[in-house]
């Protein structure tokens, strides 16, 4: 069993569902109060024990590259000579930059979920790594990607991360997995159907987050794309699901005590904004008495 | 003379929004889709101003570039989207011909007078407006049209004013004295910062902004000679006491029909999104929704 140090973030897409911000900004830097969306999913990362991340962009988000580089000397140099607050936040931006190892990987044209996971496994080894995304993440009890290192310790297998999602619309939006559970909440993955619709979902997991990609995942992820037709997306799940069909175990693991959080569409983004607003440390409690006195003057009880 | 050009301050650090303003300028933080320098330059080319410089830094690129054509990559993943996505292409073009944009980099003493300086030699003879990039009052009609209106009639500086009531915003603003020349227009003859209500010589606060005649840049090159070694230079101290003192003419304009957003700091900033957000009518019903279930 080895370790897991690495991980890779997949952030290239267009954000179109966000124009016109994300004309020039990439959506991953779109801020929850005072953080970008993708900084919860590195520090989730970190605490998980992950050392070396490699984000996946598509070219021009230089933003992205440089939040989690040297701060600029002008700021720097602001904050170092401001009051003891400013000095606090000149430390903060010291521990973003020494989260994790960055390094970043320019995607290659080529929709859909899978194409980062190939881009940038050459600059990983032999290992397994995790393989999650910039937009949403859990806000879990215990850290959702040491719930899903625990299943790979124990089974030595692929791990998808879940939850069970049973309205209509979810059935057409996220993947979804079938199999026995190994133990509670541990699936033995034996289906997997992207965007199933209700009748033809395999079960009621969906997968939600990110997954523990082993080395022995890549060739069929290759496979899957050497056979894909032209202008289809290479899915990420296709290649779990090719593994489950020539016998291999994937197992799907179901994140506990987790609230999932999606920045995807405006409406989500703004749901989560609030949500995020009401836990802040520091404008939480005032941002809560605000919402409660803004819902009773805007939001009639009918 | 038509009011058309305005001078936007967009050269702070943002400090109290890190470390998210170390990956993007303040003026782009989103309300919602849009940054929020876009409603402030959406409501100045509805008022009519044609030209507007941005006084920023070294790290205010994004600015530039929102305010610019699409980049090519970004258009042909739009074009691939067919008839559908049309509308983010068209919309993505109408930015980039909002108006005419000129960037310049602020250069002088810290505070709030110096970005005009920097800007005076793009200026000219003609009046301007001046607005900050976190102030936003939504207002019907829009308050630049409403200060451009009240110039047009008096040919004087225009300060965008809200009434106050509350005894904290007496402690907050800048109040201003003088002679109400009608329920909404005061001719100005002081302004006191944060007066306290006792002291306070009307309800009129100004709430960020002016638009200002031509020879106030007289007043900057004048208050940068006399600003004394390591002062601040304010245009509250340095442009507006010196020209009432001369006999300028200045009004107090009440912003008919209007809320008043901060975006300054964290929790004002996130106020400021909800209620943008519940009267979007894209997201409106169930973002309503998502709040009566949280509460």
Known sequence: MHKITKAVIAAAGYGTRMLPITKVLPKEVLPLVDKPIIQLVVEELAEAGIENIIIVTKARKSELVEYFGDIEGGLAEHLRNGDLAKEALLEQLEAVRGLANFAFVEQEKLYGTGTPVLDAAPYIGDEPFIYTFADDFFVAKQNSYMQMMAAYEQYDAPVFACQPRTADEDYKRYGYMGGDELSPGVIDVKAVIEQPGKENAPGKLASLGGFIVTPDVLPYLRSVREQLPDGKELFFNAALDAMVKDGKRVIAKEIVDAEYFDTGNKLEYMKTSVAMAVRHSEIGPQFRQFLNQFVKENISES | ?295
Do not use: W
């Not at chain 2, 310049?104 to 800007?119: E, F």
């Not at chain 2, 208050?223 to 390591?230: A, Q, R, V, W």
């Open chain 2, 1 to 295: 003379m038509k009011v058309r050009k305005a001078v936007i301050a967009a050269a702070g650090f943002g400090t109290r929004f890190l470390p998210q303003t170390k990956a993007m300028p303040k003026e782009m933080l989103p309300l919602i889709d849009k940054p929020i320098i876009q409603y402030i330059v959406e409501d100045m080319v509805a008022a009519g101003i044609t030209d507007i410089i941005i006084v920023g830094s070294s790290s205010k690129r994004a600015i530039e570039d929102h305010f610019d054509s699409a980049n090519e990559d970004l258009l042909s993943n739009l074009r691939a989207g067919g008839p559908k996505k049309q509308h983010y292409i068209d919309e993505l073009e109408a930015l980039a011909n909002l108006a005419n944009f000129t960037y310049v980099r602020q250069k002088g003493p810290y505070g709030n007078a110096t970005p005009i300086l920097s800007a005076a030699h793009l200026i000219g003879n003609e009046p301007f407006i001046y607005a900050y990039a976190d102030d936003l009052t939504v207002a019907t009609p829009n308050a630049f049209q409403q200060m451009i209106e009240l110039y047009d009639e008096l040919q004087g500086t225009i300060v965008p004013c809200i009434r106050v009531t509350k005894d904290v915003d007496f402690d907050r603003y800048g109040i201003l004295g003088g002679k109400q020349v009608n329920d909404d227009v005061l001719k100005m003859d002081s302004a006191i910062e944060k007066p306290g209500r006792a002291n306070a010589p009307s309800d009129f606060a100004s709430v960020g902004g002016y638009l200002f005649t031509p020879d106030v840049l007289e007043y900057v090159e004048a208050g940068l000679k006399t600003l004394p070694e390591g002062e601040e230079f304010y245009v509250t101290n340095s442009l507006v006491n010196p020209m009432l003192k001369d006999g300028k003419p200045f009004y107090g304009c009440l912003i008919k029909n209007s809320k008043r957003y901060d975006t300054g700091d964290k929790l004002e900033y996130l106020k400021t999104v909800v209620d943008f957000a519940l009267q979007r009518k894209d997201l409106g019903d169930d973002f309503r929704e998502y709040l009566r279930q949280k509460v």
